[in-house]
Every structure is written in structure tokens, then in C-alpha cells.
């Protein structure tokens, strides 16, 4: 009875061997040598131990909004390319009505200067 779980075994095995295997190697292999830069922390581009109430620039956030929208475009493109022929032709124009829609928001993005980081 118990041979009916090992390939269970041996999956849970092997897959501790690759979360593992690399943290333990690295921690074996590689040379220690901390210094004031590796040790301190990452805060979005800035020094981390300034004045709590610096000005903090709003193109950052516009292009992480703008990453976020196109990124959902990309996560409806893959579903719909994968479904294109069952959906027709109504699907098609739907989804290319879709892609006008944002491609216009682009370019009017472009045309404001969103996009240029100086």
C-alpha cells in the first residue's frame, strides 16, 4: 500500500531539492563581503534616510498606471488569441474596437509627454 504514495514522495523530494538547492549554494559558494551600499535599503530610486516629507515626483506614479493598463491589455489579448476562431468576427471587431480605444489614450500619452523621464 505505502508503494502507491511514493512518486508522491519523490515529487515532494525533488521539489525541495530545487527550491533549496540554490539558496544552500548560494549561501556555500558565495563570497561574504557586505559593505555600507549592499546593506542598506532600496526605496524607489531615493536615499532612504532623508527628510520624510520630500516632494516625490507624479510621473512615477502616471507611468506605473500606465505599465498597469497596458499590462491588462496584454492579459486580454492572450485569452481572445487563443479563442479567436470560436468568437467569430463580432469577437474580432470588439476586440479591435478595444485596441483603438487604448492605442488612442497612447498616443494622446505620448503627446503629453507622459512618457518622456528626465
Not at 515532494?12 to 555600507?36: D, E, T
Not at 493598463?69 to 479591435?96: C, K, R
Not at 478595444?98 to 489614450?105: D, H, W
Amino acid at each position: 500500500m505505502l508503494e502507491n504514495y511514493f512518486p508522491i514522495l519523490i515529487f515532494i523530494v525533488v521539489g525541495l531539492g530545487v527550491g533549496f538547492g540554490p539558496l544552500i549554494m548560494g549561501l556555500i559558494l558565495s563570497p561574504f563581503k557586505p559593505s555600507q551600499a549592499k546593506n542598506s535599503p532600496y526605496e524607489c530610486g531615493f536615499e532612504a534616510f532623508e527628510d520624510a516629507r520630500m516632494k516625490f515626483d507624479v510621473r512615477y506614479y502616471l507611468v506605473a498606471i500606465l505599465f498597469i493598463l497596458f499590462d491588462l491589455e496584454i492579459t486580454f489579448l492572450f485569452p481572445w488569441a487563443v479563442v479567436i476562431n470560436e468568437i467569430g468576427l463580432f469577437g474580432y471587431f470588439a476586440m479591435m474596437l478595444f485596441l483603438g480605444i487604448l492605442i488612442v489614450g497612447f498616443i494622446y500619452e505620448w503627446k503629453k509627454g507622459a512618457l518622456d523621464w528626465e
